[in-house]
C-alpha cells in the first residue's frame, strides 16, 4: 500500500515545480524508485517503472519512469541514492552512464507517439535544487517546445564548443548554449560541463540545462544544451508535456 500511495503523490510532485508543491516531502520519488527495484529483483518485473536495469560491476543502474497520466513526460533515474545536480559523483563516469541511459530512452518517447517524433527530437533535463520537488536525481524526457526548435533551426549553427550566451530568450530568461559533437554525444557529461562555466562549479545546486538534437539541417549536427544558473531555476520551461509536435494532422 506505501508504493501505491507513492505512485499517486508522484503525479502531483514530479508535475509540479517545488516553489507551489503542498507537501514538503522530497522523497516519494525514491519510494517509488524502490518499488520498481524490489519488482525487478523479485519477479523481473519493473512495474511500475517501464523499465529498470539494475547495472552491474562496472554499470550504474537506472530506471525509467512514465509520469503518471503524462503519454510523453518520462523520468530516467540512478537506483543508487543520488541526490540531484549538485551530487559530486555525476562529476565522474557515473555522470556519463546516467547521461547515456537518458539518451537511450528517448526511443521510449518516440515510441510513445508512434514515431511521429524521431528519438532525436526529443528533450533531456535536470532541474536545480530549488527547481524541483524530488531529492531524487532524475533527468526529464519530453517534447521540446516548437519555439525552442525555431530559436534553434535559425541560431543553431552559431552554437559553438564553448559556452556562450543563447541569440534569444525563452520565457524571458537568458540562456548559455554549448554543442557537443556528434561523435562525443554518448561519452559526453553533462553535470561536468556545466561546473565548466566560470562560477558555476560551487554554485551547482542553482543550474538547470536542457539538451536536444540540433536541427537536422545544421551541418555540424551533435546537440546543443542550453543552460542557466539561478536559485529556483527550471529549464522545463523549454519542454511541451502536452507534446503538440506528435499530434496527427487532421485531414482536410
Same mark, same amino acid.
Given at each position: 500500500m506505501r508504493r501505491i500511495a507513492a505512485i499517486a503523490t508522484l503525479v502531483a510532485f514530479i508535475a509540479t515545480p517545488a516553489a507551489v508543491a503542498a507537501d514538503p516531502t522530497r522523497d516519494v520519488l525514491w519510494?517509488?524508485?524502490?518499488?520498481?527495484?524490489?519488482?525487478?529483483?523479485a519477479t523481473g518485473r519493473s512495474f +511500475?517503472?517501464?523499465?529498470?536495469?539494475?547495472?552491474?560491476?562496472?554499470?550504474p543502474g537506472t530506471a525509467v519512469l512514465?509520469? +503518471?497520466?503524462?503519454?510523453?513526460?518520462?523520468?530516467?533515474? $540512478?537506483?543508487?541514492?543520488v541526490s540531484g545536480i549538485e551530487a559530486p559523483v555525476l562529476q565522474g563516469p557515473r555522470g556519463v552512464a546516467y547521461w547515456r541511459?537518458?539518451?537511450?530512452?528517448?526511443?521510449?518517447?518516440?515510441?510513445?507517439?508512434?514515431g511521429r517524433? $524521431?528519438?532525436?527530437?526529443?528533450?533531456?533535463?535536470?532541474?536545480?535544487?530549488?527547481?524541483?520537488?524530488?531529492d531524487q536525481l532524475h533527468i526529464h524526457l519530453d517534447c521540446m517546445h516548437g519555439i525552442v526548435r525555431a530559436a534553434?533551426?535559425?541560431?543553431?549553427?552559431?552554437?559553438?564548443?564553448?559556452?556562450? +550566451?543563447? $541569440?534569444?530568450?525563452?520565457?524571458g530568461t537568458s540562456f548559455l548554449a554549448l554543442r557537443v559533437p556528434a561523435d562525443a554525444v554518448e561519452q559526453f557529461n553533462p553535470f561536468e560541463a556545466?561546473?565548466?562555466?566560470?562560477?558555476?562549479?560551487?554554485?551547482?545546486?542553482?543550474v538547470t540545462f536542457a539538451a536536444v538534437d540540433a536541427d537536422a539541417n545544421d551541418p555540424r549536427a551533435g546537440m546543443i544544451l542550453l543552460a542557466y544558473?539561478? $536559485?529556483?531555476?527550471?529549464?522545463?520551461?523549454?519542454m511541451d508535456h502536452a507534446c503538440r509536435a506528435a499530434r496527427p494532422r487532421r485531414s482536410s
Open positions: 519510494v517509488a524508485l524502490q518499488g520498481c527495484v524490489l519488482a525487478k529483483r +511500475p517503472c517501464l523499465s529498470v536495469d539494475l547495472g552491474d560491476g562496472e554499470r512514465r509520469v +503518471p497520466s503524462r503519454r510523453t513526460h518520462m523520468v530516467v533515474m $540512478p537506483t543508487d541514492d541511459a537518458a539518451l537511450a530512452a528517448r526511443r521510449d518517447v518516440s515510441d510513445a507517439v508512434q517524433l $524521431p528519438a532525436g527530437a526529443i528533450g533531456l533535463e535536470v532541474n536545480s535544487v530549488g527547481g524541483r520537488s524530488q534553434l533551426t535559425t541560431h543553431g549553427e552559431a552554437v559553438g564548443a564553448t559556452w556562450a +550566451p543563447f $541569440p534569444e530568450t525563452f520565457a556545466v561546473a565548466r562555466v566560470p562560477g558555476w562549479r560551487d554554485r551547482l545546486r542553482d544558473r539561478m $536559485p529556483g531555476s527550471s529549464a522545463e520551461v523549454l
